[in-house]
């Protein structure tokens, strides 16, 4: 079992940055695959990134690859999301996920556990 808390959301102007960072209690972090997904009004939850257990390997959407970048430092159980020029359609709660795969998964089902989100809120 593994405790996931989000943090770093808030409102930004379109073409700032943020840097969500999601903190880890319970079994070891580094045996965990990380991801970031983000879920807008209406719709379905989005993968954004994912990224392996040494951090070695990292595995974006289309849709964020060149302005999110994800990182993770195993030494203090943190994964983070680093979000630049975003958009007002970027607006989302934002959640962190761990898998047991092996790798950058990128199906939400694969992800055994879930923070409780963030919001994130890009204006124009």
């Known amino acids: 079992q593994v405790q996931l808390v989000e943090s770093g959301g808030g409102l930004v102007q379109a073409g700032g940055s943020l840097r969500l960072s999601c903190t880890a209690s319970g079994r070891t972090f580094s045996t965990y695959a990380m991801g970031w997904f983000r879920q807008a009004p209406g719709k379905e939850r989005e993968f954004l990134g994912a990224i392996s257990q040494s951090g070695g390997s990292t595995n974006y959407a289309d849709s964020v690859k060149g302005r999110f970048t994800i990182s993770r430092d195993n030494g203090k159980d943190t994964v983070y999301l680093q979000m630049n020029s975003l958009k007002p359609e970027d607006t989302a709660v934002y959640y962190c996920?761990?898998?047991?795969?092996?790798?950058?998964?990128?199906?939400?089902?694969?992800?055994?556990?879930w923070g409780q989100g963030t919001q994130v809120t890009a204006s124009s």
């Open positions: 996920a761990a898998s047991w795969l092996y790798g950058t998964p990128r199906s939400p089902s694969v992800y055994a556990y």
